[in-house]
């Protein structure tokens, strides 16, 4: 068919929902064609064949990642938005979600318990340390969760029950970002599958079965009004992230559903984990949802303010310019000039001091975070200090 849209599926290892998936466009007829995509070795000039591709993996195959954003340059309306998938975190996530009236368990970002090499204590004087555990585990109590803020698969998450625990736990993230957050104490569990950032499929979830009892079929479960705060929440978090393809983890404590975990945009949709009920359901709307996407095209429009950078326009004529370049100097030098000013009027000349000159190096301790900063005293106020050799600048 001369008019046919194409749509591609990145997958990995998964086997029951892509080929599912597949099938379900094609035997629908719409003028959409599904297919595994096929990459290797892009040009920059390269036609784009897909009017939607479908991510599943690129969060593990990062040439994908860089593919899809060229893939949105050039039309492509790609689920999920990769872009903001790349910038996106569960603080940012519990922070927005408070904001907006979903109730979420109290949380912290915490500092990596180790960097990078060629990070030593002298790239870390913005940090405070060590850390204050008592006031931190004061705010979100025992037991809490600890976890990667990115991250899925139940991967590098601990349950802590002190102060001892959530050290010891905390020695073992290495170079990972971290959240600590309070452990909700939940009477029901539930996952939502959220497809289009508006159809909500609220399902009982175990958390404590095992991996292929988890989902359950009990669509009562949740009762008429429980069930409507849900969804409503559900479609709050994804709408605001506009992920089209996710799920919601909400834990239910004394009639509130406290939303745990939404950081799924390539979420679990095997037949042998979401039960055949839910695998039929998650086919036949991401079917209708791709088709839709391909026939209609969407634009995530003005939510990400790097959509701005897609946007090829030069800068309005006529706004005014400003060496950014001098204005900065100035500052530094007048900072710099007040500094030796008062050098000089001060009786004792200020002689450099070998003692805290010494190589400063990342010391373990109070779970790893570096417990000396010893600087030498070379800083003026504003004055900046070279990057240390080896320094990986965020
Ligand atoms: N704050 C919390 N309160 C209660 N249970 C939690 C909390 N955080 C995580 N869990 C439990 O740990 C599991 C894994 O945590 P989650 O945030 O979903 O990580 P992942 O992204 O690896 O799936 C959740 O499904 C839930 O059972
Ligand atoms: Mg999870």
């Not at 069930?227 to 909400?250: H, K, P, Q, W």
């Not at 001091?353 to 800083?379: A, F, H, I, L, Y």
């Amino acid at each position: 068919m001369a008019d046919e849209k194409v749509v591609g599926i990145l997958v990995g290892r998964e086997n029951t929902f892509p080929h599912a998936f597949i099938d379900r466009v094609n035997s629908k007829k719409m003028g959409v064609r599904a297919e595994f995509c096929k990459l290797g070795g892009t040009r920059m000039d390269d036609p784009m064949p897909y009017s939607v591709i479908v991510d599943r993996i690129s969060h593990e195959i990062p040439y994908y990642r860089a593919y899809l954003k060229k893939a949105v340059l050039d039309g492509c309306v790609v689920i999920n938005n990769p872009f903001w998938w790349s910038a996106d975190d569960k603080f940012f996530e519990c922070c927005l979600a408070a904001r907006q009236g979903v109730a979420v368990p109290k949380t912290v970002v915490l500092p990596q318990k180790s960097y990078v090499e060629g990070v030593v204590a002298e790239s870390l004087r913005n940090l405070d340390y060590p850390l204050d555990w008592k006031s931190l585990t004061d705010y979100v109590g025992f037991p809490a969760f600890m976890k990667p803020f990115v991250g899925g698969g139940w991967k590098n998450v601990y349950k802590v029950h002190s102060i001892d625990e959530l050290i010891w736990s905390f020695d073992q993230t290495g170079e990972l970002g971290m959240i600590l957050q309070e452990g909700i104490d939940f009477e029901k569990y539930a996952r939502c599958i959220c497809l289009g950032q508006s159809n909500i499929k609220v399902i009982r979830y175990e958390p404590g079965n095992p991996f292929h009892m988890r989902y359950v079929v009990d669509d009562d479960y949740f009762g008429e009004e429980l069930l409507a705060r849900i969804e409503r929440d559900a479609r709050t978090l994804v709408s605001s992230l506009g992920y089209d393809m996710d799920t919601c983890e909400f834990a239910v404590r004394d009639g509130i559903p406290y939303a745990i975990d939404w950081l799924n945009p390539a979420p679990d949709m095997d037949y042998y984990s979401v039960t055949p009920t839910y695998f039929e359901w998650v086919v036949e709307n991401m079917a209708n949802l791709v088709i839709e996407r391909a026939l209609n095209g969407y634009t995530p429009g003005a939510q990400y303010r790097w959509d701005r950078f897609l946007d090829a326009a030069p800068p309005p004529a006529g706004l005014p310019v400003r060496d950014w370049t001098e204005f900065a100097h100035g500052e530094l030098i007048g900072a710099h000039e007040e500094q030796r000013a008062t050098q000089k009027s001060a009786k004792a000349p200020t002689a450099p001091n070998p003692s805290v000159q010494k190589e400063s190096k990342v010391q373990s301790g109070q779970g790893g975070v570096p417990e000396t900063r010893d600087m030498p005293s070379d800083g003026g106020p504003s004055l900046p200090h070279p990057v240390p050799d080896g320094e990986t600048t965020p």
